[in-house]
Nanobody
Framework: VQLVESGGGLVQPGGSLELSCVAS????????ITWFRQAPGKEREGVSC????????YYGHSLKGRFTISRDSAKNTVYLQMNNLKPEDTAVYYC?????????????????WGQGTQVTVSA
């Protein structure tokens, strides 16, 4: 199993980025896929999850309305569209897979992780 994130970068406040998580060695429909992020000096936190059982979940009030998770099962890819980015969104973003299609923001249950992609929001 391999998860590969891409799409991070440097963006100004108010800007947008779309992250991609390409999965190989697993079928997305049988997994929960969650985006986590970790900012310097902070604990890793859940951002958003998608699964066939739960649809889409968003963790954190500050993300509501700004981030959108989606999946393309044919491409085995999960996306995270991030709009109106703020400096506090700066972090390394990871996607993770859990072999039961039920969402959770408990990072300890996830078996597979990508290498992460850096998102920096700065003027």
């Amino acid at each position: 199993v391999q998860l590969v994130e891409s799409g991070g970068g440097l963006v100004q406040p108010g800007g947008s980025l779309e992250l991609s998580c390409v999965a190989s060695g697993l079928a997305l429909d049988y997994y929960a896929i969650t985006w986590f992020r970790q900012a310097p000096g902070k604990e890793r936190e859940g951002v958003s999850c998608t699964s066939t059982s739960d649809g889409s979940r968003y963790y954190g009030h500050s993300l509501k309305g700004r981030f959108t998770i989606s999946r393309d099962s044919a491409k085995n890819t999960v996306y995270l569209q991030m709009n109106n980015l703020k400096p506090e969104d700066t972090a390394v973003y990871y996607c993770a897979a859990y072999p039961i299609p039920r969402c959770s923001d408990d990072d300890s249950i996830y078996d597979y992780w990508g290498q992460g992609t850096q998102v920096t929001v700065s003027a």
